[in-house]
């Protein structure tokens, strides 16, 4: 096997001869070869690890995204029942969305949801959602939860009600849009509050202001 040189050849002809420099051509693109060989690699090397590092930074953000959208869309479901605001909780919902209240009505499709609320809106004319421990995952455009709820209601027709539970949740993001394709309510207890009544605040839960 022919030892490459460690230098590029040198030519000492004054003149330059056609030989001479054929080989200095010759010897100087082995040299360079060398260091820019490994180069082109290494570059190579970081090109792909960078699009690695992109596409990974990307799909973190995502995830990060997307878990606030969840949580703004669980805080927004209380909101709206709480503020009796139907045009809040339209938003909250693909067209072909289902939520299941169980006692409280069971409902498929935007319009069914919205009528429903009305319903218990005017039953349970002052409400009160906790939110909390929420458990999310998000794989993709679709995500899966499960909420604990404990909820203060008004209803007209029996009083003060204290009803715990859980929401199991599924989540769909179309077009960019994060919104519930299905809510299951899961009633733990019920319990009426005999003899409760506010003492103060802006509430009267049906007493006279």
């Not at 679709?142 to 929401?167: E, I, K």
Request: charged share 20%; hydrophobic share 40%.
């Amino acid at each position: 096997m022919t030892q490459r040189n460690s230098t590029p050849y040198i030519c000492t002809d004054r003149y330059l001869s056609k030989t001479c420099a054929a080989r200095f051509q010759t010897e100087t693109a082995a040299f360079f070869g060398t260091i820019y060989v490994p180069i082109g690699m290494f570059i190579n090397a970081i090109q792909l690890t960078g699009i690695t590092m992109s596409n990974d930074l990307e799909a973190r953000l995502d995830a990060i995204e997307s878990r606030i959208a969840i949580e703004t869309l669980i805080a927004n479901y209380a909101e709206a029942f709480d503020t009796m605001n139907e045009a809040l909780l339209a938003t909250l919902w693909h067209p072909d969305s289902r939520l299941y209240l169980g006692a409280n009505g069971n409902s498929e499709g935007l319009e069914a949801i919205l009528a429903q609320a009305r319903v218990n809106m005017k039953r349970m004319p002052h409400m009160h959602h906790w939110m909390a421990n929420a458990l999310i995952t998000v794989e993709g455009d679709t995500g899966h939860g499960r909420v604990a709820a404990d909820c203060l209601f008004y209803d007209v027709d029996q009083g003060p009600l204290q009803v715990s539970g859980q929401y199991h949740d599924i989540y769909q993001r179309r077009d960019g849009r994060w919104a519930f394709q299905q809510r299951i309510f899961d009633m733990h207890y019920a319990t009426p509050l005999q003899n409760w009544t506010p003492v103060a605040g802006t509430e009267r839960f049906g007493l006279p202001a």
